[in-house]
Nanobody, 124 residues
């Protein structure tokens, strides 16, 4: 059983910053490719940033140089530091984990087996 729990969302003015956290709980020792996705109302869920088991990172073009993803495997926690936030960043943010994923599939939500419940980020 794998559980992902996000925290750190909230409301912020444009230009502000937020840090999201995702705590991973698992009854077995697993390693994951971890990522953040977001979904705005009436829009599809899209990848924001992903970090694999080797530390390789991919970002969506829309967040490059503004967002930073990191992971602490000892604490089983994934982070997303979001700076210079814009109104277009407003969405529900989801943490996701995949046991095995091809590098070219990093942005494909269907390739992730485990999901958190989401945390809302509002920029206005």
């Amino acid at each position: 059983h794998v559980q992902l729990v996000e925290s750190g969302g909230g409301s912020v003015q444009p230009g502000g910053s937020l840090t999201l956290s995702c705590k991973v709980s698992s009854t077995t020792k697993l390693t994951f490719c971890m990522g953040w996705f977001r979904q705005a109302p009436a829009k599809e869920r899209k990848a924001v940033a992903v970090i694999d088991m080797d530390g390789k990172i991919n970002y969506a073009d829309s967040v490059k140089e503004r967002f930073t993803v990191s992971r602490d495997d000892e604490q089983a926690t994934l982070y997303l530091q979001m700076d210079s936030l814009k109104p277009d960043d407003t969405a529900m943010y989801y943490c996701a984990a995949s046991i095995s994923i091809l590098e070219g599939d990093w942005a494909e939500a269907a390739r992730y087996q485990y999901w958190g419940q989401g945390t809302q980020v509002t920029v206005s």
